[in-house]
Every structure is written in structure tokens, then in C-alpha cells.
Nanobody, 124 residues
Framework: QVQLVESGGGLVQTGGSLRLSCAAS????????MGWFRQAPGKEREFVAA????????PYSASVKGRFTISRDNANNTVHLQMNSLKPEDTAVYYC?????????????????WGKGTLVTVSS
């Protein structure tokens, strides 16, 4: 099993920045892909970004491309999401995601493990 713990959420004004982090523990040697999804109130969970081993790229969601950057700290089994130029429509619970083998894609069923989520609120 892999445990994922998110941190870094909070309240920010439009145009501001936040950096989310997700620490993986447990059977991290089996974590092939890590990424982020988000879920706004009343909406379905949607893909944001992924960092996959072996070069299997998954493009950023069109809604965040150019504003968000995902990175991975291998030594600490952590993945980060730098979010810049935040907009009110970015308000959501952000979930860390991981997959044991193969890449995380833009669909939720590509994910094997989920974190509990961290709330990001962007005020207008």
C-alpha cells in the first residue's frame, strides 16, 4: 500500500500563488506515476497534472497549462504542484494521486492510490 498526504492548501487572492506538496510513504518503490486531480463543489473530479516515470508524458489540463507546474523530489518521495496566477475557478479540493505501474493519465480510473485532499480557495 501507498499512503499519500497532501499539504499546502489554503486561501489566496486572485493572481496569487500556492505550492502544494504530497508525501508518499509505504510501498513507494512501486509508485510509477504521481499527479494531481481536483474537485470543485458540485463537479466531478478532474485531472490537473501528472509526473510519470519512464518518460510517459501526460499533458497538463488545458485549464491550468502555463500556470501550474508539477515536479517530483525523488529523494523524499514527494511531488509538488506550483500554482501561479490563480483564478477563482481554481477553487477546489486538490487530491494527490499515485499509480503502481504505468502512467497516470487524465482519467480517474488510472489512479491506484488517493490522498485525502487539501482545500484551495481563491477569492475574487
Amino acid at each position: 500500500q501507498v499512503q499519500l498526504v497532501e499539504s499546502g492548501g489554503g486561501l489566496v487572492q486572485t493572481g496569487g500563488s500556492l505550492r502544494l506538496s504530497c508525501a508518499a510513504s509505504g510501498r513507494t518503490v512501486s509508485t510509477a506515476g504521481m499527479g494531481w486531480f481536483r474537485q470543485a463543489p458540485g463537479k466531478e473530479r478532474e485531472f490537473v497534472a501528472a509526473y510519470n516515470w519512464g518518460g510517459a508524458s501526460t499533458p497538463y489540463s488545458a485549464s491550468v497549462k502555463g500556470r501550474f507546474t508539477i515536479s517530483r523530489d525523488n529523494a523524499n518521495n514527494t511531488v509538488h504542484l506550483q500554482m501561479n496566477s490563480l483564478k477563482p475557478e481554481d477553487t477546489a479540493v486538490y487530491y494527490c494521486a499515485a499509480r503502481s505501474a504505468g502512467p497516470i493519465t487524465s482519467v480517474t480510473h488510472s489512479v491506484h492510490y488517493w490522498g485525502k485532499g487539501t482545500l484551495v480557495t481563491v477569492s475574487s
